[in-house]
Each structure stands twice: as structure tokens, then as C-alpha cells.
T-cell receptor, first 115, second 113 residues
Framework: AQKITQTQPGMFVQEKEAVTLDCTYD???????LFWYKQPSSGEMIFLIY??????QNATEGRYSLNFQKARKSANLVISASQLGDSAMYFC????????????FGQGTILTVHP | NAGVTQTPKFRILKIGQSMTLQCTQD?????MYWYRQDPGMGLKLIYY???????DKGEVPNGYNVSRSTTEDFPLRLELAAPSQTSVYFC????????????FGQGTRLTVV
């Protein structure tokens, strides 16, 4: 069974608009962390934001915020005020508490920002 | 601070050849990982190590081997390359706590023909 599911293969957004990228996860471990990474066309993996399973507040990092709904097992990434440079592949990933730091990745969502 | 360094960046192999992908980190991280990324897909774990002398298999280990003789280095060996091993390979490391980001190398794009 998929542990991380990203159901949107591709998303389009107008520059300066907000966009939400969906991510659902599956784990029975009460201790886990959720990560979002950006992969531009150049190929490197860029860390964006982290949410821990025990965190009470939703994580925010600049224009990125994570809409964490624990009961629904979802960890959606919200990008506000989209910029052309946000066009990239975005990956949701999970690290379970007993997993020696291993990350399980979703399939990714390609975001295209239109001017 | 170099972070995680992978070499080479690109390589073309013929079927049946072998090669070693190098990975070095200078952050004194105990935990290191090798992932592969097939076109249009997410990353899948090949092997990982929790410290020098300790390695274990990930989700897709067949056709690969690793070693960890030092904290800094975690080479990935491909024996008898096959077209199915055409992929982008990423090395990553973390300091060991649950909430810390993984630092990734720049990736190695491997094509087996």
C-alpha cells in the first residue's frame, strides 16, 4: 500500500495566486515527520518545510505553509503569491519514528506557474 | 561547507559493466542513504547506513551494493549494469534526529545502454 499519495500529477497556477498541493499519508507509527521538497528542472532536491506529528501548529516557512490535518492524514502544501520560479516538481515525503531516518516519497506533482 | 558531494554527475554505461557512485559528506552525519529516481517518479530507497560499518537494504536493493568504512563516505556499487538501472541516483544524509531535513547531493544521472 502507498504510504504517501500525491493525487495531482500536474497543477497550474497564475502568477501571484495561491496554490495547494495535496498529500495524504498512511502510517500506524504515532511519531512521524512530514517533509516537502522542491525539485526544479536542474534536478536538485530543495527542502521546503517540515511538520512533526506532535506539532500543534501548522508549519510555515515564508511563502510556504503546511495544512496539517492529522485525523484525515493529510499534509497539503500551500504556496502563497506564486512566482515563476516556483515552477518545479514537488514531493511530499514521510519519515516514521522507527525508520532510521528513511524517507518515503510520493510520486510528485509538477507545478507550472503562468505569467 | 560542501555538504553532500556526489561524483560523477553523468555517466553512460554499457550493459554488463560495473561502476561505483561516490558520495561524501562533511557534516559528520551518521545516517546516509542512496535513493534512485526513475523518470517522472518519486525517490525510492536503495540502501542506507546508520554509521560506519553498518548498512542495510532499502526498498530496491537488487543489483547494488554499498559499504561504509568511514563516517564521511558511502559509495554505491553497481555490478553488471542493466537498462533497468537507468535512473538518477541521489545520496543523502541526516544528523539523526526525526525532525531534521535530509541533505541531498546533486544527483548522478546514469544511463545504461
Amino acid at each position: 500500500a502507498q504510504k504517501i499519495t500525491q493525487t495531482q500529477p500536474g497543477m497550474f497556477v497564475q502568477e501571484k495566486e495561491a496554490v495547494t498541493l495535496d498529500c495524504t499519508y498512511d502510517t500506524s507509527d504515532p511519531s512521524y515527520g512530514l517533509f516537502w521538497y522542491k525539485q526544479p528542472s536542474s534536478g536538485e532536491m530543495i527542502f521546503l518545510i517540515y511538520q512533526g506529528s506532535y506539532d500543534q501548529q501548522n508549519a510555515t516557512e515564508g511563502r510556504y505553509s503546511l495544512n496539517f490535518q492529522k485525523a484525515r492524514k493529510s499534509a497539503n502544501l500551500v504556496i502563497s503569491a506564486s512566482q515563476l520560479g516556483d515552477s518545479a516538481m514537488y514531493f511530499c515525503a514521510m519519515r516514521e519514528g522507527n525508520s532510521y531516518g528513511k524517507l518515503t516519497f510520493g510520486q510528485g506533482t509538477i507545478l507550472t506557474v503562468h505569467p | 561547507n560542501a555538504g553532500v558531494t556526489q561524483t560523477p554527475k553523468f555517466r553512460i554505461l554499457k550493459i554488463g559493466q560495473s561502476m561505483t557512485l561516490q558520495c561524501t559528506q562533511d557534516m559528520n552525519h551518521n545516517y546516509m542513504y542512496w535513493y534512485r529516481q526513475d523518470p517522472g517518479m518519486g525517490l525510492k530507497l536503495i540502501y542506507y547506513s546508520v554509521g560506519a560499518g553498518i548498512t542495510d537494504k532499502g526498498e530496491v536493493p537488487n543489483g547494488y551494493n554499498v559499504s561504509r568504512s568511514t563516517t564521511e563516505d558511502f559509495p554505491l556499487r553497481l555490478e553488471l549494469a542493466a537498462p533497468s538501472q537507468t535512473s538518477v541516483y541521489f545520496c543523502a544524509s541526516i544528523v539523526g534526529r526525526l525532525n531534521t531535513e535530509a541533505f541531498f547531493g546533486q544527483g548522478t544521472r546514469l544511463t545504461v545502454v
